[in-house]
């Protein structure tokens, strides 16, 4: 595995990749390490696939949209290694098709973010804020799908809901971006955030835990595991997840079996395959860590997932322009940096 520019401990999309690829290789008897790129450029995450090769590994991992770039350099250079890129669409390879020894998974981020929404306004929160890491596609889409959940969720029930929306302009949680969600919980009312870049979300929580009550959503992964033993059991409301551990297990597996050529060569986009299963989805709500209530229960999900497996209820998966809403104020804020 090879690391993006966050590390194994950001309690997200890293940390997921790397506990999942270590764990099957320690089941299946196969030699695993990860590498650290020296900064976030694509000549240090080039340098760390050349080190990986010169070691002799001949599976790689990456976690990331920022590795098109590293894609496009090594591929070639090294066919006889399988590539395995979450995160990472054909269109961040530069115009390149994909080649026949990586296989590209992105996931419909916009459908469990809109599942998030939901949840939120249903659970009685109805000021809401979104803090984004930076407004790179997958952020967009959580954001956006976020948005449109908060206002069908909304105009269902009849209530007024606001949502404040900003970027960090970064994947990692600081002072400044504290002081910002601040201002959120303890002087505007913000009641939950949604915590959606990596390590952004210490900051989501460093502010939550001063404000008896309010809570952070997660991202990526159920994080309600890092968040409350750092900020407060019961802080994490839900988390917005994507199907990481699944993926790369299902992709060891077939890699391991010999069938890597029915992927290589393809980006897939991950979302929904069971309307009667949540949890067989590639992007979905915790069940076991949820806040559910009496306004939405973990059969109110299931009957949720179902509408959205069947077509009954549909999300823009476009990012150009913020989603249209009817029933909420939506305070577009732009960057915080």
Request: glycine share 12%; hydrophobic share 40%.
């Amino acid at each position: 595995m090879v690391t993006d520019s966050g590390d194994i401990t950001d309690q997200s999309f890293n940390q997921t990749t790397y506990e999942t690829a270590k764990a099957w290789s320690e089941a299946n008897g196969v030699e695993f390490t990860y590498y650290k790129p020296a900064g976030d450029s694509t000549a240090e995450r080039v340098a760390m696939v050349e080190k990986a090769a010169d070691e002799d590994y001949n599976v790689i991992v990456m976690p990331g949209f920022a590795f098109g770039e590293t894609i496009a350099q090594v591929a070639d250079v090294y066919p006889d290694i399988t590539f395995i890129a979450l995160d990472v669409s054909e269109g961040d390879l530069g115009g390149m098709a994909v080649p026949s020894n990586v296989y590209c998974a992105v996931y419909k981020e916009e459908l469990c973010g809109y599942m998030a929404g939901v949840a939120a306004v249903k659970l009685g929160y109805t000021h809401l804020g979104y803090l984004g890491g930076m407004a790179v596609p997958a952020v967009q889409r959580f954001g956006y799908g976020f948005v449109q959940g908060v206002d069908a969720a909304a105009g269902e029930l009849g209530v007024d809901a606001t949502v404040e929306y900003v970027y960090g302009n970064q994947f990692f949680g600081d002072p400044d971006i504290t002081a910002y969600a601040d201002n959120w919980y303890q002087n505007l009312g913000v009641q939950a955030v949604f915590a959606c870049g990596g390590g952004i979300c210490t900051s989501a929580g460093e502010a939550a835990a001063k404000v008896p009550g309010t809570k952070v959503i997660g991202v990526d992964v159920d994080q309600s595991f890092t968040l409350d033993a750092a900020y407060g059991e019961g802080v994490t409301l839900t988390s917005a997840m994507k199907g990481l551990a699944a993926t790369v297990n299902h992709m060891l597996d077939e890699v391991a079996a010999g069938n890597f050529g029915n992927y290589g060569g393809k980006a897939e986009a991950l979302g929904l395959v069971s309307g009667d299963d949540p949890s067989a989805n590639y992007v979905l709500l915790p069940m076991d860590t949820t806040q559910w209530g009496d306004g939405f229960s973990q059969d109110d999900y299931k009957a949720l997932v179902k509408d959205m497996f069947d077509g009954k209820i549909t999300v823009s998966d476009d990012i150009s322009a913020m989603p249209a809403v009817s029933n909420i104020t939506v305070n577009d804020l732009g960057n915080i940096k």
